[in-house]
């Protein structure tokens, strides 16, 4: 007799593991961009959604994206905030969660987003505010190949995977949220900059897509216990060199 796998004890270890993860950057030094990234695959993983990104608001209340599951993800975020429309944008500014089951019936309106986002695949979407007791610094955007709404218990579980990372982001304390938001979360905005940057180096040296590229900067982070803006900026400073192996490296 052939023994099933637990699939249900296993997502339910994969849940706490991803709460405690993000439990232990409130009290741990941690790396936003690494944390929002973790946060987009995660949701992936959890729930009936084929993709993730997330958008976070900088010191000038500018939506910029921070994170995505994949490349082309990130490309359809940018998409967003270059037409300023979307399910992202519109649960960022309303700070409510935005559900729409066919994109195909939204054209109207997002006259723009809506066949974009059609054209990439993506059938149906579901977008959630990052906030903190009303303040609002984002949001998660889950889109499926499919259409169809996602799942009621998918959609309360995102929204607290949402809230944590809202909370871990702005570190919970009323009396810092201006410093820390215009602080951390700046410079986190900023080096998402320099992370771009060195994806694009080390995708064109080692011909590999975008989306390959910034795993293997992330893996040499990790491995290594490195800041990921620290090892993207060796890279562009041509100090590093990151191999088909990305926990081995070359230093100039």
């Not at 900023?190 to 080390?202: C, D, F, L």
Request: aromatic fraction near 6%.
């Amino acid at each position: 007799m052939t023994t099933q796998p637990d699939t249900t004890r296993s997502r339910q270890e994969l849940i706490y593991q991803t709460f405690l993860q993000l439990a232990d950057t409130l009290v741990d030094d941690f790396d936003i961009i690494d944390l929002l990234t973790m946060l987009t695959d995660r949701c992936v993983e959890l729930v009936d959604a084929d993709a993730a990104g997330i958008l976070l608001v900088d010191a000038d209340g500018n939506p910029r994206v921070i994170a995505a599951s994949s490349e082309e993800t990130r490309l359809l975020e940018l998409f967003q905030l270059q037409r300023d429309e979307g399910p992202c944008m519109e649960a960022y500014t309303t700070g409510q969660p935005v559900i729409h089951s066919d994109l195909r019936l939204t054209l109207e309106r997002w006259p723009n987003f809506a066949p974009y986002a059609v054209g990439a695949g993506f059938e149906s979407a579901c977008a959630l505010p990052l906030r903190l007791r009303g303040n609002v610094i984002g949001a998660l955007n889950l889109f499926r190949f499919t259409r169809g709404p996602l799942p009621d218990a998918d959609v309360t579980l995102a929204q607290a995977l949402a809230d944590v990372a809202s909370i871990a982001v702005l570190q919970a304390q009323a009396t810092r949220e201006s410093l820390i938001r215009d602080g951390q979360l700046q410079h986190a905005l900023n080096s998402r900059v320099t992370i771009e940057q060195a994806k694009g180096m080390v995708s064109e040296r080692s011909h590999i897509d975008m989306t390959a590229a910034f795993d293997r900067i992330r893996t040499y982070a990790r491995n290594n216990n490195r800041q990921l803006t620290n090892v993207a900026q060796q890279i562009i400073d041509n100090e590093l060199t990151l191999d088909a192996d990305s926990s081995v490296a070359r230093r100039r």
